[in-house]
């Protein structure tokens, strides 16, 4: 992939299979500026097809996550060039829901801080989420006369409770990591001190199982959320028979073996051994 320099408002670092993809504009809470969207665009590009990247986890420089779109670089430095904003809006749409929510492998959000606004959607995205415990998260559109940017109605609406996004987008209330929690618009919060090390613990577990087999299954979920017993029945078994066949590890026959012949693996019990293949 490109070296991380050469992205001045993304910042990258991989180590150990996990790498961490940073909006890098910590003076400004990470908001969105064209160059964050531009460079996350190619970045995720890259990383998809990145031996070295095993997890990825989404996050933001300094002690922010993102307080959503720089309203004045976004909105108003191109409010008179049609052709500029049409490039913009669709670069955001595209790494913070389409290439985020169809990421090839696993996907954590670390919500270390603020997250406001259209920050909501490429939480959502990730396959899952932390937050520190005294992260502040809001949809404060309201009090400008706004809706909450973009896809995000339809992302708090998947997330969380129904009453929970309809008080918090109606009175742009904010709400800490905790909460976020107990709503489940997150998996987990945890104090900030400990942030950094549940995510790396999450992630090392996430790097014991297949690949093909993490990537197949979160697709399986997203797609039969919207999909009746029949299709759904129908998909999944399309979807086994595709990740047979794409697995390059033959995970199936692994813990069959495991659990049948070796009796070294009991679910609940103890652990896979993942059999790691070459590329």
Known sequence: MAAAETYEAVHVEKEGGITWLMINRPDKRNAMSPQVHLEMDAVLDDLAVDSATEILVLTGAGNSFCAGQDSKLYFRANAGD?????????????????????FPKPTIAMVNGYCFGGAFTQVTACDIALAADDAMFGL???NWGILPGGIVPWNVAQTM???????????????????AQQMGFVDFSYPKEKLREETIKLAKKLMEKSPATLCFTKEAIRAVRFMNEPQAAD??????????????????????????????????YGHFKRKRVSA
């Open 140 to 142: 404060s559109e309201v």
């Open 161 to 179: 409770n129904y009453r929970d996004a309809l008080h918090y987008a109606m009175t742009g209330d904010s709400f800490d990591g905790k909460q």
């Open 235 to 268: 998909y999944l078994a399309a979807k086994s028979d595709a990740l047979r066949f794409n697995d390059k590890e033959h995970s199936r026959e692994e813990g069959m073996k495991q659990f049948l012949d070796e009796k070294s693996y009991r679910p609940g």
């Open 82 to 102: 049609p052709a500029a904003r049409h490039k913009l809006r669709r670069a955001s749409n595209n790494w913070r829901w389409q290439k985020l929510s169809t």
